[in-house]
């Protein structure tokens, strides 16, 4: 099932990220959608309104053959004592009386059972389809708007929000038909046995409704409250166990058990006030809910001494109040949960109608691949995020054609690892056009474009999973000697081959049972299998030292020989032999050539060049 999205598109490009909803108001827009959600499944949604509905009116018949039999059987004791009454036939009646009782009550049981069954059925199906959908337009919202949400937010959105949404669709309806028939119901019956008597049992009804409205307000607030605290735990864990070897390195265990600890305290507060709250308003709505019960008894007694009412009628009154009091105090639940659903709601609508201003466009074509030649025109770019007046990018031209490698350098912070991003589209040019083969990459169709260009990131970001799987991850299909082949390459094959589970040793979270350096010859063997036609390396032989990197290179070189290769490197030697090199400063191309004319130019490159040789960097190399 597709979730509705007819609410306005607004782009992810200009969408701030932060989701702080009116929590003081019911969107009434948001609680249609949500209702409607559930109507996508008529046949279940029928059945459970009708199950509601015959479990809401056997509910209301059991209070009547309560006080039918109360009547029956102070009519035989009665006749028995004046032995006037033909006690076979009064008998009889009782136990008509009893067994239409358990017909009801086997009856609303069953009718219950379908409600629940279907209604949580419903809920589910609804959590499933939510979930799917979040976590597709996660897969598909830009990395800008990834940018500037935090993680743990979206984490929350997608589990809690769902929930509150869930809850109301699997319950929430149903509950509403159920409590107002049942309400309905019990007003009517209570009034047609004594309108003085079923005022005085119905007081308590509005009372609690609306205590309990109030208190579950209350509580919802809290509820909120408490979650942004959990919101705040889960960014601070994530971190610390993200940056787990920072905290050790530095010894700030104690700094992080002190945010953590603060933040901590401050949930058990809020949890505190939320049971305060609680505590507080379920014993006021009891004592209401007695004190009826007690005006009813009292007043019920003198009309049935004064043979007003029978002690049947009385008997039905007082029984009718027993079972309003739960679905009573359910108004509150129901009035939380419309709430809830209705920010919930809110929260989730509001990423799941964002556009991706990074998509196909709608006439975008698969992307024809001639030579392979990448053009950079006059390309500027700034982020979103980005708040100084220059761009991060700008007038930066170049081509490569395939068999040919241009190299960039520049200091940390130029715009190098931007370059490589602007490439396949993870965020769109501002200025000028990147085109391969004479396309402009946003004419081609992203998974077209994706396919033919491959980076290796800065970071080499690791699967859980076993080494084969974290290889061929943008080839799943390859077989086991195409994976040996690129891990051969990389270097690495050597070092896997002497696991013990060789190929098939997980590599753990974030790879960290990995070397930096295992990491990044990891990453190079799973951006060249899949055998793209233009390659990037944006930094990514720095953890590896300059011996392997010429062995990386050289097993390279018959596969780059007919791709375009972009390096993107900190350390001279690894892009000294390129046919171009960029020097990178501000966003601008400052000096451009091969290494021999930029040595000759005297220059930034030539200054860098002297301080890396100076430490050996690059004499290893040019040797
Ligand atoms: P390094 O050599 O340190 O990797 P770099 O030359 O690759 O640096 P970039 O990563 O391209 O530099 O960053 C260029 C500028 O853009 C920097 O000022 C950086 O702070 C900023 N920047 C990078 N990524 C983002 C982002 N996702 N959102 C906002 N600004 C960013």
Same mark, same amino acid.
């Given at each position: 099932?597709?979730?509705?999205?007819?609410?306005?598109?607004?782009?992810?490009?200009?969408d701030?990220?932060?989701?702080r909803?009116?929590?003081s108001?019911?969107?009434?827009?948001?609680?249609?959608?949500?209702?409607?959600m559930?109507?996508r499944?008529?046949?279940?949604m029928?059945?459970?309104?009708?199950?509601t509905?015959?479990?809401?009116?056997?509910?209301?018949?059991?209070?009547?053959?309560l006080?039918?039999a109360?009547?029956?059987?102070?009519?035989?004791l009665? &006749?028995?004592?004046?032995? %006037?009454?033909?006690? !076979?036939?009064?008998?009889?009646?009782? *136990? #008509?009386?009893a @067994?239409l /009782?358990?017909?009801?009550a086997?009856?609303?049981g069953?009718?219950?059972?379908a409600?629940?069954?279907?209604?949580?059925?419903?809920?589910?199906?609804?959590?499933f389809?939510?979930?799917?959908?979040y976590y597709?337009?996660?897969?598909?919202?830009?990395?800008?708007?990834?940018?500037?949400?935090?993680? &743990?937010?979206?984490m929350? %959105?997608g589990?809690? !929000?769902?929930?509150g949404?869930?809850l *109301? #669709?699997?319950? @929430?309806? /149903?509950?509403?038909?159920y409590?107002s028939?049942?309400?309905?119901g019990g007003?009517?019956?209570?009034?047609g046995?004594?309108?003085?008597?079923?005022?005085?049992?119905?007081?308590?009804?509005?009372?609690?409704?609306?205590?309990?409205?109030?208190a579950?307000?209350k509580?919802?607030?809290?509820?909120l409250?408490?979650q942004?605290?959990?919101?705040?735990?889960?960014?601070?864990?994530?971190e610390?166990?993200?940056?787990?070897?920072?905290?050790?390195?530095?010894?700030?265990?104690?700094?992080?058990m002190?945010?953590?600890d603060?933040v901590?305290?401050a949930?058990l507060?809020?949890?505190s006030?939320?049971?305060?709250?609680?505590?507080?308003?379920t014993?006021?709505?009891?004592f209401?809910y007695?004190?009826?019960?007690?005006?009813?008894l009292?007043i019920?007694?003198?009309?049935?001494?004064?043979?007003?009412?029978?002690?049947?009628?009385?008997?039905?009154?007082l029984?009718?109040?027993?079972?309003?009091?739960?679905?009573?105090?359910?108004?509150?639940?129901?009035i939380?949960s419309i709430?809830?659903?209705?920010t919930?709601?809110?929260?989730l609508f509001?990423?799941?109608?964002?556009?991706?201003?990074?998509?196909?466009?709608?006439d975008?074509?698969?992307?024809?691949?001639?030579?392979?030649?990448?053009r950079?025109e006059?390309?500027?770019?700034?982020?979103?995020?980005?708040a100084?007046?220059s761009?991060?990018?700008?007038g930066i031209?170049?081509?490569?054609r395939?068999?040919?490698?241009i190299g960039?350098?520049?200091?940390?912070g130029?715009?190098k690892?931007?370059?490589?991003?602007l490439?396949?589209?993870?965020y769109?040019?501002?200025?000028?056009?990147?085109t391969i083969?004479g396309?402009?990459?946003?004419?081609?169709?992203?998974?077209?474009?994706?396919?033919?260009?491959a980076?290796?990131q800065?970071?080499?970001?690791?699967?859980?999973?076993?080494?084969?799987?974290?290889?061929?991850?943008?080839?799943p299909?390859?077989?086991r000697p195409?994976i040996?082949?690129?891990?051969q390459t990389?270097q690495?094959?050597?070092?896997?081959?002497?696991l013990?589970?060789s190929?098939?040793?997980l590599?753990?979270?974030r790879?960290?049972s990995l070397?930096?350096?295992?990491?990044?010859?990891?990453?190079?063997?799973?951006?060249?299998?899949?055998?793209?036609?233009?390659?990037v390396?944006d930094d990514s032989t720095a953890?590896?030292?300059?011996?392997t990197?010429?062995r990386i290179?050289d097993?390279?070189?018959?596969?780059?020989?007919?791709?375009?290769?972009?390096?993107?490197?900190h350390?001279?030697?690894?892009?000294?032999?390129?046919?171009?090199?960029?020097?990178?400063?501000?966003?601008r191309?400052v000096?451009?050539?091969?290494?021999?004319?930029?040595?000759?130019?005297?220059?930034?490159y030539?200054?860098?060049h002297?301080?890396?040789?100076g430490?050996g960097?690059?004499?290893?190399?040019?040797?």
């Amino acid at each position: 099932m597709a979730i509705d999205t007819r609410a306005p598109a607004r782009s992810d490009h200009a969408d701030g990220g932060t989701y702080r909803i009116d929590v003081s108001k019911v969107d009434t827009a948001v609680l249609r959608r949500i209702t409607a959600m559930a109507f996508r499944f008529p046949g279940r949604m029928a059945a459970g309104i009708t199950a509601t509905v015959a479990a809401a009116l056997m509910q209301l018949l059991v209070p009547q053959y309560l006080g039918q039999a109360v009547d029956q059987a102070q009519g035989l004791l009665a &006749g028995a004592v004046s032995g %006037r009454t033909d006690r !076979d036939a009064a008998e009889a009646a009782l *136990w #008509t009386t009893a @067994g239409l /009782l358990l017909l009801v009550a086997v009856g609303r049981g069953l009718a219950t059972m379908a409600q629940n069954y279907l209604g949580e059925a419903v809920g589910h199906l609804i959590g499933f389809d939510l979930r799917m959908a979040y976590y597709r337009q996660l897969q598909r919202l830009s990395l800008s708007w990834h940018d500037r949400v935090h993680t &743990g937010d979206l984490m929350t %959105r997608g589990i809690l !929000d769902i929930e509150g949404v869930r809850l *109301w #669709t699997d319950t @929430g309806i /149903l509950r509403m038909f159920y409590l107002s028939i049942l309400i309905g119901g019990g007003a009517f019956v209570l009034l047609g046995i004594d309108p003085v008597l079923g005022l005085v049992a119905l007081a308590f009804v509005p009372i609690v409704g609306v205590r309990a409205s109030f208190a579950r307000l209350k509580l919802r607030d809290t509820w909120l409250a408490l979650q942004d605290r959990m919101s705040a735990l889960t960014k601070i864990m994530e971190e610390n166990l993200g940056g787990i070897r920072v905290v050790r390195a530095f010894a700030a265990q104690d700094h992080e058990m002190a945010k953590f600890d603060q933040v901590s305290a401050a949930a058990l507060e809020t949890a505190s006030r939320r049971v305060r709250l609680f505590v507080l308003s379920t014993t006021q709505m009891t004592f209401v809910y007695f004190l009826a019960m007690a005006a009813t008894l009292w007043i019920g007694g003198t009309k049935v001494l004064s043979g007003t009412i029978t002690l049947g009628q009385l008997t039905e009154v007082l029984a009718f109040m027993l079972i309003l009091q739960m679905p009573v105090r359910q108004i509150g639940w129901m009035i939380n949960s419309i709430a809830r659903a209705s920010t919930c709601g809110g929260r989730l609508f509001n990423v799941l109608d964002l556009t991706p201003s990074i998509a196909d466009a709608p006439d975008a074509q698969p992307l024809v691949l001639d030579e392979g030649v990448v053009r950079f025109e006059d390309v500027g770019f700034r982020y979103p995020t980005w708040a100084g007046d220059s761009r991060t990018l700008s007038g930066i031209s170049f081509e490569i054609r395939p068999g040919r490698k241009i190299g960039i350098v520049g200091p940390p912070g130029a715009g190098k690892s931007t370059l490589a991003q602007l490439l396949n589209r993870y965020y769109d040019v501002g200025a000028g056009r990147i085109t391969i083969d004479g396309q402009d990459i946003r004419q081609v169709t992203l998974a077209s474009l994706r396919a033919a260009v491959a980076i290796v990131q800065q970071e080499a970001f690791l699967f859980t999973a076993s080494i084969d799987h974290n290889v061929a991850y943008g080839a799943p299909y390859a077989m086991r000697p195409d994976i040996e082949r690129s891990t051969q390459t990389a270097q690495l094959h050597s070092y896997v081959s002497g696991l013990p589970a060789s190929y098939q040793t997980l590599v753990g979270e974030r790879g960290v049972s990995l070397s930096g350096g295992q990491r990044q010859r990891l990453a190079i063997a799973r951006a060249i299998l899949p055998a793209a036609r233009v390659l990037v390396f944006d930094d990514s032989t720095a953890a590896i030292d300059a011996a392997t990197e010429r062995r990386i290179r050289d097993a390279l070189a018959h596969f780059t020989a007919d791709r375009a290769v972009i390096v993107i490197a900190h350390r001279l030697s690894s892009l000294i032999d390129a046919d171009e090199i960029l020097f990178l400063e501000d966003g601008r191309v400052v000096e451009r050539g091969d290494h021999n004319s930029l040595m000759a130019l005297g220059g930034r490159y030539r200054k860098l060049h002297d301080l890396q040789a100076g430490g050996g960097q690059v004499a290893d190399v040019t040797s």
